[in-house]
């Protein structure tokens, strides 16, 4: 399986802003959904944003309003632009590509996972 590679975090102060990059394959990046995940310490991964091939994103209520996920096709990246930080946006950041499981009615992921990004909120 061929592996994403994520970049971009840091550490940022609260109410602060961050971007985030995934580069991927072409394919991946143009044909299917795909989504950013976080695990903070101590807790499951869980998925923050998605958005399907043609443009359709959706969004944790602990997110919302303040995340924003895109791709830019050309470049072969997907990206989340983070805003308003706070420290409970701490964690290791990854993307993965999503099938939609009709069973669960969720989002799975099933690329091979990168190493991910660390994005530590604090002052």
Known sequence: QVQVMESGGGLVQPGGSLRLSCAAPGSMIS??????????PGKQRELVASETHDGTTEYADSVKGRFTISRDKAKNTLYLQMLSVNPDDTAVYYCNVLRWDQLL?????YGRWGQGTQVTVSS
Not at 31 to 40: Q, T
Not at 105 to 109: D, H, I, S
Request: proline fraction near 7%.
């Open 105 to 109: 009615r969720l989002w799975v992921p």
């Open 31 to 40: 044909g299917s959904a795909m989504g950013w995940y976080r695990r903070a």
